[in-house]
């Protein structure tokens, strides 16, 4: 019998469910590592840790997610409950071994129903053979019956006596009514929270990706930034489109960030071997080719009062069809 989640990144129950999903909507939506990264807060390697299942995402990284991948993020954030809700769950016990039932008890020895049983001599006084052992047909009413210790039982439930068809009847039913309200509570306890807080996110709006309110603290800036990757000097963070073209269905875009005052170039839903190549004014240039899925990135050239982003020419080719494509139009030459 399954017991849950076997691997962190597939089989059983929520969690698999939720990486097995996010892998669904990324090979669909032809979304690479390195795309999701351009497009999102987070890095390649932290990607990788998401959908591999290595990592529980964040709902702010499904919903960004789902932005990247133009996708309803609700279906995911459903799945990101349901995980978290599982992980924290305790280990419930059976309900039926904390419903105590009469069947259960121990009988008593014989010693003791015979101690128990009254003996002709201990009826009283005032007992008649008549009484202690039964009316018989046609006798009258009996007086008062004997109380006290040495007092007999009615028929059918003294000890050691069998108790009535009906009696075991209800007796089972109430042990059984009694295992499930206590099984409805131990629900109720652990699934109540996890409910609680699905209804209290679905009430608010998705909250929308953070961005940095303050300056962005980047690792380099204009001619330091010169060859460097900008995903490493955080300069992703307020880049910009500033030149797109397409080619083949292939858009080529020169990447701009203010804070690095540096640029990029980058291609998107290319094929393996196509390639980016960006060039600047003064003849410093870097290329890049796609090796694995449909995207990827140049490293950086400087952009500068004298030397503006406008200067910086791109260009994407597809050497399979010995086309290019370049903007501001014009190939670039070695």
Same mark, same amino acid.
């Given at each position: 019998?399954?017991?849950?989640?076997?691997?962190?990144?597939?089989?059983?129950?929520?969690?698999?469910?939720?990486?097995?999903?996010?892998?669904?909507?990324?090979?669909?939506?032809?979304?690479?590592?390195?795309?999701?990264?351009?497009?999102?807060?987070?890095?390649?390697?932290?990607?990788?840790?998401?959908?591999?299942?290595?990592?529980?995402?964040?709902?702010?990284?499904?919903?960004?997610?789902?932005?990247?991948?133009?996708?309803?993020?609700? %279906?995911?954030?459903?799945?990101?409950?349901? +995980? !978290?809700?599982?992980?924290? @769950?305790?280990?419930?016990?059976?309900?039926?071994?904390?419903?105590? &039932? =009469?069947?259960?008890?121990?009988?008593?020895?014989?010693?003791?129903?015979?101690?128990?049983?009254?003996?002709?001599?201990?009826?009283?006084? *005032?007992?008649?053979? &008549?009484?202690?052992?039964?009316?018989?047909?046609?006798?009258?009413?009996?007086?008062?019956?004997? *109380?006290?210790?040495?007092? %007999?039982?009615?028929?059918?439930?003294?000890?050691?006596?069998?108790?009535?068809?009906?009696?075991?009847?209800?007796?089972? @039913?109430?042990?059984?009514?009694?295992?499930?309200?206590?099984?409805?509570?131990?629900?109720?306890?652990?699934?109540?929270? +996890?409910?609680?807080?699905?209804?209290?996110?679905?009430?608010?709006?998705?909250?929308?990706?953070?961005?940095?309110?303050? =300056?962005?603290?980047?690792?380099?800036?204009?001619?330091?930034?010169?060859?460097?990757?900008?995903?490493?000097?955080?300069?992703?963070?307020?880049?910009?489109?500033?030149?797109?073209?397409?080619?083949?269905?292939?858009?080529?875009?020169?990447?701009? *960030?203010?804070?690095?005052?540096?640029?990029?170039?980058?291609?998107?839903?290319?094929?393996?071997?196509?390639?980016?190549?960006?060039?600047?004014?003064?003849?410093?240039?870097?290329?890049?080719?796609?090796?694995?899925?449909?995207?990827?990135?140049?490293?950086?050239?400087? @952009?500068?009062?004298?030397? &503006?982003?406008?200067?910086?020419? !791109?260009?994407?080719?597809?050497?399979?069809?010995?086309?290019?494509?370049?903007?501001?139009?014009?190939?670039?030459?070695?």
């Amino acid at each position: 019998m399954a017991g849950g989640p076997q691997e962190p990144g597939g089989g059983e129950g929520p969690r698999g469910d939720l990486f097995a999903e996010m892998r669904r909507i990324k090979d669909a939506s032809r979304l690479s590592y390195n795309r999701l990264a351009a497009k999102t807060h987070y890095s390649r390697s932290s990607w990788e840790r998401f959908l591999n299942g290595k990592q529980v995402p964040s709902r702010i990284t499904i919903e960004e997610f789902a932005a990247a991948a133009r996708t309803d993020p609700e %279906p995911l954030l459903a799945l990101l409950d349901r +995980a !978290v809700a599982r992980d924290e @769950a305790p280990a419930k016990e059976p309900a039926s071994t904390s419903a105590a &039932t =009469p069947a259960s008890m121990p009988a008593p020895s014989s010693a003791a129903r015979t101690a128990e049983r009254p003996t002709p001599g201990e009826a009283g006084p *005032s007992a008649s053979p &008549t009484v202690a052992q039964g009316m018989a047909p046609g006798a009258s009413a009996p007086g008062p019956r004997p *109380s006290g210790p040495g007092a %007999p039982e009615p028929e059918g439930v003294g000890p050691g006596r069998p108790s009535p068809p009906w009696f075991r009847a209800l007796r089972s @039913a109430a042990g059984i009514l009694a295992g499930a309200l206590l099984g409805s509570l131990v629900t109720l306890l652990v699934i109540e929270p +996890a409910g609680a807080d699905d209804a209290a996110a679905k009430a608010s709006p998705p909250a929308a990706p953070a961005r940095p309110s303050a =300056p962005v603290k980047v690792g380099c800036k204009s001619d330091t930034c010169l060859l460097r990757e900008p995903q490493a000097e955080d300069c992703q963070w307020d880049a910009k489109t500033v030149r797109q073209t397409f080619l083949r269905g292939m858009s080529i875009q020169l990447r701009y *960030s203010e804070a690095c005052q540096a640029v990029w170039g980058r291609i998107e839903n290319g094929d393996i071997g196509d390639t980016v190549v960006i060039r600047d004014k003064r003849g410093s240039s870097d290329e890049a080719k796609i090796r694995m899925e449909h995207d990827t990135y140049t490293r950086m050239l400087a @952009a500068s009062p004298d030397a &503006t982003w406008e200067t910086i020419t !791109v260009c994407g080719a597809i050497p399979s069809q010995k086309e290019q494509e370049c903007s501001p139009l014009g190939a670039i030459r070695p």
